[in-house]
C-alpha cells in the first residue's frame, strides 16, 4: 500500500503489487481540500479579515481556504463593519462582492447675525462659521460658538448615516449701548 499525504488535499491510500526486479510508475492527482476565494469591493482599500486572520486590503484574489464555512469580516474607516459566513466546496472558486454601508453624515454650522463666529466640537476648537464637517462620524456632538461681544452658544447635534444636519445658532449680544450727551465736554 502506498499513502500519499500533502497539505490542502485528501490522503489517497492506493494498493499495487511489485514483483521481484519489477518497477512500477504510479501517478494518482490527490483531490483538493481546498476552494479559491476572491474578495472585492466598490470601495478601495477594505480591510479584510478571514476566520479572524488578516489578509490584506481589497481586491483580493485566488486565497486558497480550506474546504468549508469560514467567516469573512471587512472593516474601513467611517464604514459600519461587514461580517458574512461563507461555505467553500473542494476545488471551488467564489467571488464575493463585499458591500460596506457610510456610518457617517454631513455637519453644517452657521451663525446668526455674525459669521466668523469660533466653533468647538466635543470640546476641541475646529474652525469658524459657517462651519462644514464632512465627512462626519455618526453620533451626537457638542457644539459650542464663541465669538467676541456674543454670548457663548451651546447645542446638541446628532448626525446620522447618510444626514445632512443643518444648525443656525442665534448670538445674543453681551455688550449694550453707550450714549453720552454733554454740551461743551469732551
Do not use: W
Request: glycine fraction near 8%.
Amino acid at each position: 500500500q502506498l499513502e500519499l499525504r500533502k497539505e490542502l488535499y485528501y490522503t489517497a491510500i492506493l494498493s499495487f503489487s511489485l514483483d521481484a526486479g519489477e518497477t512500477k510508475n504510479i501517478r494518482h492527482d490527490l483531490d483538493p481540500k481546498f476552494g479559491h476565494m476572491n474578495i472585492s469591493s466598490s470601495l478601495s482599500d477594505v480591510n479584510i479579515t478571514i476566520d479572524g486572520k488578516k489578509f490584506g486590503k481589497t481586491p483580493l484574489t485566488q486565497l486558497k481556504l480550506l474546504s468549508g464555512r469560514h467567516e469573512v469580516t471587512a472593516v474601513k474607516d467611517l464604514y459600519h463593519p461587514y461580517s458574512a459566513t461563507y461555505d467553500i466546496g473542494d476545488g471551488e472558486e467564489k467571488n464575493i462582492e463585499v458591500t460596506l454601508k457610510e456610518a457617517f453624515g454631513k455637519m453644517s454650522i452657521t451663525t446668526s447675525p455674525e459669521k466668523g463666529a469660533e466653533i468647538f466640537v466635543d470640546g476641541q476648537k475646529r474652525g469658524v462659521t459657517p462651519f462644514v464637517f464632512d465627512p462626519c462620524p455618526s453620533g451626537k456632538y457638542l457644539i459650542e460658538v464663541k465669538k467676541q461681544y456674543y454670548n457663548p452658544v451651546t447645542d446638541q447635534v446628532t448626525v446620522t448615516d447618510g444626514a445632512d444636519v443643518k444648525r443656525t445658532l442665534i448670538l445674543s449680544p453681551n455688550v449694550g449701548t453707550l450714549v453720552v450727551k454733554a454740551l461743551n465736554a469732551s
